[in-house]
């Protein structure tokens, strides 16, 4: 499997990928709705990254929260930005966590599991450390709510490498079944990431998207140059400021497998 390299991408990740104080608090409202928990609780973000989602979860959430990534230059950008010292970053293979048995009530991961080379091996392994009763919160974009977006459509040779890589809603929930997961549910979100097609573009042009820096650089001035044409001619095109988002939920009990 072809891997983003999150040692180049930590420099720039968090300028490409903008995430807004409003979508923070969507994202945080549906991780209090679907947890059912409150303050205290104690949550692993799994693939942390630069701590987008780790560090509100305890200035607003009150959770107590472990950020944990297998990139040390993600991690270094998560602990610059936490200067209040909230959440506590740990270097860590998702696939070979180092958590005893039962040491979180809830594991978020974002964007992570079509990086790894087993995701059901970090399912499994995101079952042991969660306490029971325990709730898994994946948030991903599925592969039929992303092979028709602006990078699929402007970088073509992304499309092989997704197509490879990133799971279906299906797919998802099949893995938490098989990993003893309970009440599966899964819902689409649809986020507003750009306000113009311009902040696109330029997210675009920080490779924003890791898979942008999977391809050839012949491919990847095309599509800019492409993009940027669509862009001067559709400025107001709704298509070019959404993304489509899952949230798939699951929930371990104490029920024998
Ligand atoms: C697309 S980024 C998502 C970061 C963050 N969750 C967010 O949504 O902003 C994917 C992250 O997964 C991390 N990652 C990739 N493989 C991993 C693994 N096996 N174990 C832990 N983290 C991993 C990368 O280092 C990167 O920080």
């Not at 701590?51 to 009150?62: A, C, E, H, N, T």
């Not at 180092?98 to 059901?120: A, G, W």
């Not at 399912?123 to 969660?130: F, G, Q």
């Not at 490779?207 to 491919?219: F, Q, Y």
Request: proline share 4%; charged share 30%.
């Amino acid at each position: 499997m072809k891997i983003a390299n999150y040692r180049h991408i930590a420099l720039s990740y968090d300028q490409g990928r903008p995430l807004s104080e409003q979508n923070i608090d969507l994202w945080l409202r549906l991780v209090a709705r679907f947890s059912k928990m409150s303050e205290g609780a104690r949550v692993l973000d799994l693939g942390c990254g630069t701590g987008r989602f780790s560090i509100p979860m305890v200035s607003k959430l009150r959770f107590h929260v472990t950020g944990a990534d297998s990139s040390e230059e993600m991690l270094g950008k998560a602990r610059e930005k936490d200067t209040g010292r909230l959440v506590k970053w740990d270097l860590e293979d998702a696939q070979h966590l180092t958590y005893p048995d039962e040491s979180f009530n809830i594991i978020f991961m974002s964007h992570l599991l079509h990086h790894v080379d087993d995701p059901t091996r970090v399912l499994s392994e995101c079952r042991r450390v969660l306490v029971t009763p325990g709730v898994i919160l994946i948030r991903y974009g599925a592969i039929e709510q992303i092979r028709d977006d602006v990078e699929h459509m402007f970088f073509p040779e992304v499309r092989g490498i997704d197509e490879a890589r990133t799971p279906t809603v299906a797919t998802v929930e099949k893995w938490l079944a098989e990993a003893n997961f309970h009440e599966i549910a899964s819902e689409e979100v649809v986020q507003k990431t750009f306000e113009t097609g311009e902040e696109h573009l330029n997210m675009a042009r920080l490779k924003g998207t890791s898979v942008l820096t999977m391809i050839s650089p012949e491919a990847f001035e095309k599509g800019i140059h492409d993009l940027t044409s669509y862009i001067e001619d559709n400025p107001d095109d709704p298509w070019l400021l959404h993304d489509r988002i899952t949230l798939t939920v699951g929930c371990k009990f104490d029920v024998k497998a």
